[in-house]
């Protein structure tokens, strides 16, 4: 049996009652594990984070510390103690009493061994002094006790602030983007001496970062988040050999993402060739195909199946980034050798480097009803329909009146209906009016020849949209629906409930 | 176009001026007047009619207490009102802080003059109480000179803070002994000395509440009125050195306590 500390069952949280800023979110935590939270900001990992502190409490779900149920439980409650991403060292205390803040809190609890009678006190200025010793041993500040918070650099702050949390001994130590503010150099020290620290300790550390390679470098355990939920739980190769999706393979290391489809057994055609892979999917299933920079191999242009035109070369200290255009597709190659701009290069990816995922399916469906027999109503947006065209077979009797398909002849206001917009029925354009929907761009993913869009509307509708030209995270796009290729389709009662 | 450009020793000349026309000339007057007789020459008699006349002793004690009562009572209300407009999380905040701000736009006698009425409707005759209607003329006069410092310090505290005292097995009392209180000293300290040391002098608020009791200003006017400049300007002198006391008293106090991290001036 696994060794929980932690687990969050079903956790939801929302402010005010709107939006889902954290959706569902599921995790067991074993007892001493390194586990980061990753994801790009406002994926709710500091959100839950601060959920597993206290700061914030859930709107539904639990959380399970040993078994126990701590939901509710104030942060002072909890043996569980936090490192900031600002440090929050207190201005007015030195080192010292910075460290000894959370002993001085303490009470403890001591059993007499003659009578057995427990009684608790408060922990000794000896003990203390002992204990806020050890941990700035533990950070390398040796004396810095007198010292000032404000007469130290960041890096020593940050080592404060982690003297300040372990010497509690909690049980699960949280850190909220702690190294964010540090120089690369720095980070990368810190980085060594918060793994080591780790091991010498024996305490969980649940540790949250944006920064990917941080996460691969520090975990046992990486939980890749976005939008608020968990996208995937896995080790640090896991997600990087196998990622689940096209969000977690882009967001983790550089890749190659391409639509591809299944044209055999365990044969896969992406960029206009068919590659032997590994994964079996049925055939003619349609996929995602990842491929990492470094797992595509340079080779005589006369002996490969794929070919390009190298665009540009980038020398990178150990490696060169090579891209290439192949037909409409674009590549990116990490590799040791160089190329020239111009050269006709040969391309070979082994099966065991194809990654292959099932693409979810890329219609857009909205569910809604009509307002009469010309008009469909989705949260608030009406969108004129021609039945005829929209739900072949039926027939538009005048304003109210529809005859559907299998005959019956009903009002149309009662009707509750799905519409069914395919990915490529929309097209994205910077005036606001032009289209039917509007809203911001909230992720975009590079697929070799196009890119795929989200795009956010005001009411938290999110529509997929591929796009070959390039538009920024947060743009402000109207969507253009050709209606020629929407469908309506009725919804059964009970689909409904 | 040639541009001119100011050395900071040029740009800080008007500054220079200013400061002497208006605070170091006036100061050499002011202790000119103190220690020479209406002969013009060298005296100490002013000095020594200050220590010697209980009139005089006796109203610095009185201004003392008076001062010390207004600003305790400023610091009453101003801590925990201070307090809930900057972390109550009330919606309207910013509104409520400039209900208790507002009075200091309108002309300060009007303000006492409307509070003269309503204190004559609730004790028919004022002479009966002048020290309780001396504390709440000047209560009401200096209340957010005691609010803004204290709640711009409420507002300049990193709430991070507070997390981590809760993160660490703080309470919300020790929150607020341990975190919250220490680092509003600097919001005390100004408040307080923006508080007592006006409450001294400022005589106009007895004198328009009908108030037949002597406060330090008082005396120093009624000098001024009989043209006795040599008096007046000594009682002038010895609350400038007891201000300069207190300022360096409450400095030192708020050092200790905020460590290095400055930041508060007076």
């Known amino acids: 049996m696994s060794d929980n500390i932690i687990e969050l069952k079903n956790i939801f949280k929302s402010y005010d009652g709107k939006i889902n800023v954290v959706e569902d979110i599921n995790l067991e935590i074993e007892r001493g594990e390194f586990v980061t939270l990753l994801g790009p900001s406002g994926c709710g990992k500091t959100t839950t984070l601060r959920m597993i502190a206290g700061f914030e409490l859930p709107t539904s779900g639990q959380i399970l510390l040993d078994g126990k149920d701590i939901s509710v439980l104030p942060p002072n409650k909890r043996p569980i103690n936090t490192v900031f991403q600002k440090y929050a060292l207190f201005p007015h205390l030195n080192i010292f009493e910075n460290i000894a803040f959370g002993l001085r809190m303490k009470v403890i609890e001591e059993k007499d061994p003659a009578t057995g009678k427990v009684t608790t ?33 960041g890096g020593q702050q940050q080592r404060v602030a982690i003297a300040r949390a372990i010497v509690n001994e909690p049980k699960i130590l949280l850190l909220d983007e702690p190294l964010g503010a540090l120089d690369l150099k720095m980070r990368k020290e810190m980085q060594i001496e918060l793994k080591a620290m780790h091991k010498e300790l024996g305490i969980t550390f649940i540790y949250v970062t944006h920064d990917q390679e941080e996460a691969l470098t520090m975990s046992d355990k990486i939980v890749v988040m976005s939008d608020g939920c968990i996208q995937q739980i896995g080790t640090p190769e896991d997600i990087y050999n196998e990622p689940v999706n096209a969000f977690v393979a882009d967001f983790i290391g550089e890749s190659n993402i391409f639509n591809g489809r299944m044209v055999d057994k365990l044969k896969v055609e992406f ?6 892979c590994v994964d079996d999917y049925p055939k003619n299933q349609l996929v995602e195909v990842v491929v990492r920079p470094e797992d595509i191999k340079m080779i005589p242009a006369d002996t490969a199946k794929l070919t390009g035109t190298v665009t540009s070369v980038t020398f990178k200290g150990v490696h060169h980034e090579i891209t290439v255009e192949s037909g409409k597709y674009e590549l990116v190659i990490r590799s040791t050798r160089s190329a020239k701009v111009g050269d006709v290069i040969g391309m070979k990816i082994g099966p065991e480097e194809i990654h292959v995922m099932e693409r979810e399916s890329s219609d857009n469906i909205l569910e809604g009803g009509m307002m009469n027999s010309g008009l469909f109503a989705y949260e608030g947006t009406m969108i004129p329909v021609k039945m005829e065209e929209q739900y072949p077979g039926s027939v538009t009797l005048d304003e109210e009146m529809v005859k559907l398909p299998d005959g019956r002849e009903v009002t149309a206001s009662d009707l509750d209906m799905r519409m069914i917009i395919p990915i490529d029925a929309i097209s994205m354009s910077d005036d ?53 290729r929407v469908r309506l389709e009725v919804m059964d009662k009970e689909e409904k409930k | 176009m040639k541009g001119v450009v100011l050395t900071r020793k040029q740009l800080a000349i008007p500054y220079a001026i200013f400061l002497i026309l208006f605070v170091a000339l006036p100061l050499i007057i002011l202790i000119y007047y103190a220690f020479t007789d209406s002969a013009g020459r060298f005296s100490l008699d002013a ?57 200091m736009w309108i002309n300060f006698t009007l303000r006492i003059t409307a509070l003269k009425e309503i204190l004559t409707l609730l004790e028919g005759n004022l002479a009966y109480y002048p020290f309780l209607n001396t504390v709440v003329g000047m209560t009401y006069d200096f209340l957010p000179f ?54 001294m002098t400022n005589y106009v608020v007895l004198d328009m509440l009908y108030n037949s009791t002597y406060i330090m200003g008082s005396l120093i006017g009624s000098y001024f009125s009989a043209y006795d400049w040599h008096n007046g300007s000594l009682i002038a002198f010895v609350l400038l050195i007891i201000i300069l006391a207190i300022t360096l008293v409450t400095n030192r106090f708020g050092e200790e306590d905020d460590g290095k991290r400055g930041g508060m001036t007076v």
């Not at chain 2, 009139?55 to 004690?61: A, S």
């Open chain 1, 121 to 153: 006190r408060k922990l000794k200025d000896k003990e203390i002094v002992e204990k806020v010793h050890h941990a700035l041993e533990i950070v390398d500040l040796e004396g810095f006790d007198k010292r000032s918070v404000s007469t130290l650099s």
């Open chain 1, 432 to 484: 606001p009016k032009a289209g039917i929907f509007a809203g911001n761009i909230i992720s975009l993913i590079y697929k070799g020849d196009h890119y795929k869009y989200v795009v956010r509307t005001k009411n938290e509708t999110d529509f997929v949209v591929d796009d070959e030209f390039l538009w920024n995270e947060n743009d402000y796009v109207s969507l253009v629906v050709d209606m020629k």
């Open chain 2, 146 to 199: 005691m609010v803004l410092p204290l709640y711009t310090s409420f507002l300049k505290q990193d709430k991070d803070l507070n997390e981590a005292a809760a993160d660490l097995g703080a309470g919300a009392l020790q929150v607020f002994l341990r975190v919250t209180l220490p680092l509003s000293v600097p919001g005390i300290i100004s408040g307080v000395t923006m508080v007592f040391l006006p409450a």
């Open chain 2, 47 to 103: 000095l020594l009619h200050f220590f010697s006349d209980t009139n005089t002793t006796g109203t610095l004690v009185y201004s003392l207490g008076v001062s010390f009562v207004v600003t305790a009572v400023c610091l009453l209300i101003a801590y925990p009102l201070a307090y809930i407009l900057a972390r109550g999380g009330l919606k309207n905040s910013s509104a409520l802080l400039l209900l208790f701000i507002m009075p």
């Open chain 1, 271 to 276: 960029c206009g060739v068919a590659f032997d």
